[in-house]
């Protein structure tokens, strides 16, 4: 039997992460927001509370929380700040590889040094060249005695300027195509890496995004993830399991702006009763109730699969792509209901509706979801 209960722990891990959206998270996020900066007193009370590293073993310095419970955790911090979410989120991608790859010598030595603080890792896939079409990456790693040297520009990574930890993707030879991608665990201190340019967004502006320039960086042998030409199934395998996550962030999305909407819609008072009375509202509202908890239930099924060690790549596209299609109607809705009200930055849902916008985009974009969906009920 299916059972739909959290458990005692999950309801604990529920309540803290909500608990630490509403005092630390919500009350700051408009003002990082506008100025585009990483909150760092945020990150590091996330790191005091055990909100950050959910994925890496105990052991190793983490949390060891399951798939699971890391989507209702997120769920309820993108609900206090898509952006604060994505900061430190960004970890659970970046080491992902590593959790996935590693040898056990390589996570002993990298995992716990990287938990002993507050601090960020970086997933260095996408390339100007090489967004969704994975096997046209252009960095090089040339290998020289015991070491790989790598050139080359990542574009839009996520703590791209301010990771101490990078999982940077990079092939050996260009001609193989995926054949030939490569992953590497690469600190943040090595010489030849550093941030770019840091881009200026339309949303999840408190998240940084940034280039990560590659010149001559030598990385040694040992810290190649798997074997030369593993790195487009490590990269696949570790978007198979963060795709949850993205759908589990755009829930919370949705939920804050169906909620806001709803606060708003019962004090609003026109032609003598509030607009929540209106029929045209109410089943705004019950759309936006049904499909928010669809994209849950989406979103639980693909994490607890993970959970318990099975495949989950055509259901995390799907949590993935409808969660962050619903994150958008909801906030486009919630905006609508609340009128003029609504645009202004005065109330979160303008905030909202630009936030949901990279939720169809990053990890892969939802029409790239519905080519995985669609290749895996057909093969």
């Known amino acids: 039997m299916i059972s739909f209960q959290l458990t005692e722990e999950q309801e604990q891990m529920q309540k803290c992460a909500r608990d630490f959206a509403a005092a630390e998270i919500i009350p ?3 003002e990082y927001d506008e100025k585009e900066e990483i909150p760092w007193q945020v990150i590091e009370k996330a790191y005091e509370a055990g909100l950050m590293n959910l994925a890496i073993p105990e052991e190793l310095g ?3 929380i399951d798939p699971l419970t890391a989507a209702i955790i997120t769920e309820e911090i993108a609900y206090g700040c898509l952006g604060v979410n994505g900061t430190f989120g960004a970890n659970e991608l970046a080491v992902q590889p590593i959790l996935i790859a590693g040898t056990e010598e390589q996570k002993k030595k990298f995992l716990p040094d990287f938990c002993a603080k507050p601090q960020l890792a970086a997933f260095g896939l996408t390339e100007p060249e090489a967004g969704s079409d994975v096997a046209n990456v252009q960095t090089r790693a040339v290998r020289d005695g015991d070491y790989y040297v790598l050139n080359g520009n990542k574009c839009f990574i996520t703590n791209g300027d301010s990771a101490a930890l990078y999982t940077i993707f ?3 030879d260009k001609s193989l195509g995926h054949k030939g991608l490569c992953a590497f665990i690469v600190p943040g201190d090595t010489p030849g890496i550093r941030g770019g340019k840091k881009e200026q967004k339309m949303g999840d502006r408190c998240s940084e995004v940034a280039e990560v320039i590659l010149e001559d960086v030598r990385v040694p042998v040992a810290n190649l993830l798997g074997k030369e030409g593993d790195g487009f199934k ?3 395998e570790t978007l198979d399991v963060t795709r949850p996550g993205i759908g589990a962030a755009a829930v919370g999305v949705a939920r804050r702006a169906f909620e806001e909407a ?7 008072i026109q032609f003598g009763k509030p607009i929540a009375a209106n029929q045209a509202i109410q089943f705004m509202f019950a759309e936006m109730a049904t499909k928010i908890d669809a994209a849950r239930l989406l979103v639980w099924r693909s994490a607890q ?5 099975l ?3 055509k259901e995390g596209s799907m949590a993935k792509f409808y969660a962050a299609d619903i994150a958008m109607e909801a906030t486009v809705d919630a905006l609508q209901i609340m009128g003029g009200s609504g645009y202004m930055r005065d109330y979160p849902v303008e905030k909202l509706m630009r936030d949901a916008k990279i939720l169809q985009i990053y990890e892969g974009t939802n ?4 080519m995985v969906i669609a290749r895996e009920i057909l093969k």
């Open 28 to 30: 700051i996020a408009a």
């Open 62 to 64: 983490g949390q060891g």
């Open 170 to 172: 990079a092939t050996i």
């Open 234 to 236: 490590i990269a696949m």
């Open 262 to 268: 709803k606060k708003y819609s019962l004090q609003r």
């Open 305 to 309: 699969y993970l959970a318990i060690g």
């Open 311 to 313: 495949r989950a790549s």
């Open 367 to 370: 029409q790239v979801q519905r």
